[in-house]
């Protein structure tokens, strides 16, 4: 059974720095690509960053470019987003998603990110 788990939200000032976790199990973490995605009150869920498994990074929302960086850690089988420079509009809830060649097929409960004063 694929389990996909996101860590690391929570509360953070604006300009502040948060790095989430998503971990990966039940199969074999190094075949698929993995997804940030993050949907905010109001709002459809997009797509933030991925990374295939060869390590090629993409991101796809052009508030975030220079910001956020996504990477991950075959070892742990662990994907990573650090985000840094936040601002209000990043506040959502962060999910995690895995795809092996097609779309995104398992996916984490999510993981709050307030960025507020």
């Known amino acids: 059974q694929v389990q996909v788990v996101e860590s690391g939200g929570g509360l953070v000032q604006p300009g502040g720095s948060l790095k989430l976790s998503c971990a990966f199990s039940?199969?074999?973490?190094?075949?698929?690509?993995m997804g940030w995605y993050r949907q905010a009150p109001g709002k459809l869920r997009e797509l933030v960053a991925s990374?295939?498994?060869?390590?090629?990074?993409?991101y796809n929302a052009d508030s975030v470019k220079g910001r956020f960086a996504i990477s991950r850690d075959t070892a742990k089988n662990t994907v990573y987003l650090q985000m840094n420079s936040l601002k209000p509009e990043d506040t959502a809830v962060y999910y995690c998603?895995?795809?092996?060649?097609?779309?995104?097929?398992?996916w984490g409960q999510g993981t709050q990110v307030t960025v507020s004063s």
């Open positions: 998603a895995a795809a092996n060649g097609g779309e995104y097929k398992y």
């Open positions: 990374i295939t498994n060869g390590g090629i990074r993409a």
């Open positions: 039940g199969t074999t973490f190094s075949i698929y690509r």
